[in-house]
Nanobody, 126 residues
Framework: QVHLVDAGGGSVQAGGSLRLSCSVS????????FGWFRRALEKEREGVAA???????GYADSAKGRFTISRDNAKNTLYLQMNSLKPEDTAMYYC????????????????????WGQGTQVTVSS
């Protein structure tokens, strides 16, 4: 089992920044990937950014150039640095982990992730 705890959400004005964190505990296999997903009100959950155990990353078009995913293995923590936030970034953000191989095509596909955090709310005002 893997336990994930999301944190770092909050309310910011457009143009501001937030850094989300995800504390990870449990058994993570050699091949795995972490992802950040979000669900806005009345919308389906979507992939935002992901990072595989070999360092490959993937970003949604909406996140490219503004968001950066990273991990600190020593602290067992995943991060999502979000800059130049827009009102359309308002959503509940979730971290997740897939404890298996992670080909590039599935990095942002929520259906392939096994364990999820509880979510942290991000609200961006105009």
């Amino acid at each position: 089992q893997v336990h994930l705890v999301d944190a770092g959400g909050g309310s910011v004005q457009a143009g501001g920044s937030l850094r989300l964190s995800c504390s990870v505990s449990g058994n993570i296999y050699t091949s795995h990937c972490f992802g950040w997903f979000r669900r806005a009100l009345e919308k389906e959950r979507e992939g935002v950014a992901a990072i595989a155990s070999d360092g490959r990353t993937g970003y949604a078009d909406s996140a490219k150039g503004r968001f950066t995913i990273s991990r600190d293995n020593a602290k067992n923590t995943l991060y999502l640095q979000m800059n130049s936030l827009k009102p359309e970034d308002t959503a509940m953000y979730y971290c997740a982990v897939r404890v298996s191989d992670c080909p590039q095509w599935l990095l942002l596909r929520e259906d392939f992730y096994n364990f999820w955090g509880q979510g942290t709310q991000v609200t961006v005002s105009s």
